[in-house]
């Protein structure tokens, strides 16, 4: 038996057929991380959204009534300040993307009569495409 070294050829083949076998492997490594935070960033974002409808529904009738229309929101500070939001329901962390939102309240053609006899619209909360809807407090 012979103890010979590997030559440069073979050492070169084999390092050839280990990065053929490797860089798709590695390749379909990347592309999943790289999915896998772009969903991360959706899922917060939608969560987010939510948050903001769910907190919005906390105030009252009067208050929401009175700012119908279109919102650009551009940070979680001024979603807070726009809105009047007390501090225990301060809880968003700042947008993931950056990017402003959009948020329009607008009432829906649907109401209810209160104590009064007078109409409280259900008003429709769209975040971003979202809807969400708040009902007026029945007493």
Known sequence: MKNR??????SLLSIFFAV?????VSNLILKTFRIDS???????????????????KTKDYAFLYSRI??????NK??????????GKYQILKESVNGKSR??????TENYYLNEKGEK???LEIIIDGK????FPEIK
Do not use: C, W
């Not at 053929?20 to 798709?24: A, D, E, G, R």
């Not at 772009?38 to 919005?56: G, H, Q, V, Y």
């Not at 809807?131 to 708040?134: A, H, S, T």
């Open 5 to 10: 070294g590997e030559t440069l050829v073979e």
């Open 20 to 24: 053929i076998v490797l860089t798709p």
């Open 38 to 56: 772009k969903i991360d960033r959706k899922n917060i974002f939608n969560m987010e959204t939510e948050n903001m409808s769910e907190i919005l």
């Open 69 to 74: 229309g279109k919102h650009a929101i551009q």
């Open 77 to 86: 500070n001024d979603f807070y300040s726009k809105f009047a939001i007390e």
């Open 102 to 107: 959009n948020l329009e309240i607008k009432a």
């Open 120 to 122: 409280e619209y259900i």
């Open 131 to 134: 809807k969400d809807y708040y």
